[in-house]
Nanobody, 115 residues
Framework: QVQLVESGGGLVQAGGSLRLSCAAS????????MGWFRQAPGKERVLIAA??????NYADSVKGRFTISRGNAKNTVYLQMNSLKPEDTAVYYC??????????WGQGTQVTVSS
């Protein structure tokens, strides 16, 4: 059974940093694309950072502030979030691709940025 488990969310003041972790189990994701999504209250879930064998991509809203990376075991993915803003407040989800689609999802972790 595939599981993705996020950790590292919490409450932080504007300008602060958080590091989210996502540990995947149940199959190897070493060659799969993985990504971080977020969903703010009343808004749709959006992809903010993705990592594949070809490189990384970021949404404009987080470019230059957030960094996605993989752990050495490749089944772990991180999201380093710096210079956080109140508008970054959301539930953050880790996801893994199967083929072209994000098929596997974590349960989400809350990030709250106070002003």
């Amino acid at each position: 059974q595939v599981q993705l488990v996020e950790s590292g969310g919490g409450l932080v003041q504007a300008g602060g940093s958080l590091r989210l972790s996502c540990a995947a189990s149940g199959r190897s994701f070493s060659t799969s694309g993985m990504g971080w999504f977020r969903q703010a209250p009343g808004k749709e879930r959006v992809l903010i950072a993705a990592i594949t064998g070809s490189g990384v991509n970021y949404a404009d809203s987080v470019k230059g502030r957030f960094t996605i990376s993989r752990g050495n075991a490749k089944n772990t993915v991180y999201l380093q979030m710096n210079s956080l803003k109140p508008e970054d407040t959301a539930v953050y989800y880790c996801a893994a691709r199967r083929g072209a689609q994000y098929e596997y999802w974590g349960q989400g972790t809350q990030v709250t940025v106070s002003s």
